[in-house]
């Protein structure tokens, strides 16, 4: 008995690096493998392997920056296995461009704008794709693979506000009022949060009181999130 048996499962950037590692054990585990993949020989290669191996899998070419390449690849695996159950978003360019190795303020533009499309994007897009497969099935489960760069520090003082729902309107309507009116029942400071409430805490992360506090993020929501 294998871990993933029956379940099909897509890995996104499956054809090289650690996502090659995922689909091959996936396999192992009983998983139908669909290996969604840019370079389709490393995707057939793979889906190869699984296949000599025992196992079952596809190989689906797809560039996961691009809707049309992700929804066909999804039709693929749902034609081919009869549904999707698993989605890891994998693919990323982070590590093979330059980005990766200079300072924030020499990173080309369009270098950030092709790991947006990939890294960001490409998340959503399959997502998307996969989506109603697995409301079809009554569920499924999705890994995004991160970073654990992001919970490293920097040499300045960055950090979060993040207010709850806020009056912003200068002129709100019944119907913005009312939904602004609703959030204070999920809050445990009973009143609607206005943008007041957040001036001092932006206030306080740029003032020299705050000089020794970085890569936090500070909730502003009246006590709606609690932790
Ligand atoms: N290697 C590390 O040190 C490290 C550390 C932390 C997180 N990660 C994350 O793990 C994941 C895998 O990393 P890796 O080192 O194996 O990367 P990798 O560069 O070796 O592999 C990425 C894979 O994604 C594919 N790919 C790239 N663009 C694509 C696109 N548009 N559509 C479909 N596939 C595409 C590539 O062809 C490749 O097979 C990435 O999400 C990466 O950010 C890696």
Redesign the pocket.
């Known amino acids: 008995m294998g871990q993933l048996d029956g379940k099909t499962v897509v890995v ?10 995922y689909s091959e054990r996936f396999g192992r585990e009983g998983a139908r493998v669909v290996v ?4 389709e020989a ?1 995707a057939r290669d793979v889906a190869d392997n699984i296949e000599r191996a025992g196992g079952e899998a596809l190989a689906a070419p ?5 809707w049309s ?1 992700a929804q066909a690849m999804a039709e693929r695996a749902v034609e081919r296995f009869g549904g999707i159950d698993g989605l890891v ?8 461009i330059p980005i990766a190795r200079v300072g924030f303020e020499q990173i080309d533009e369009g270098e950030w704008d092709r790991v947006m ?3 960001v994007k ?1 998340v959503w897009l399959c997502c998307r794709a996969v989506v109603p497969a697995m409301r079809r099935r009554g569920g499924g489960s999705i890994v995004n ?5 992001v919970f490293n520090g920097t040499p300045i003082r960055v950090n979060a506000i993040a207010p709850g729902n806020t009056l912003s309107e200068e002129n709100p309507s019944l119907e913005i009022l009312r939904m602004r009116e609703a959030a204070v029942a999920a809050r445990s400071l009973k009143r609607v949060q206005r943008p007041d409430d957040i001036v001092g805490s932006v206030l306080f992360m740029l003032s020299d009181a705050a000089a020794f506090i970085t890569g936090q993020t500070l909730l502003v929501d009246g006590g709606t999130a609690l932790h």
Do not use: C, K, M, Q
């Not at 996104?12 to 590692?21: F, N, P």
């Not at 797809?62 to 691009?66: E, I, K, L, R, Y």
């Not at 978003?89 to 093979?96: L, R, V």
């Not at 693979?145 to 760069?149: F, L, Q, Y």
């Open positions: 996104t950037g499956g054809g090289h690096g650690i996502g090659r590692a969604a993949e840019l370079d490393a797809t560039d996961v920056a691009s390449s978003n994998n693919a990323a360019i982070f590590s093979t499309e990939v890294n490409g693979i991160a970073s654990a760069t």
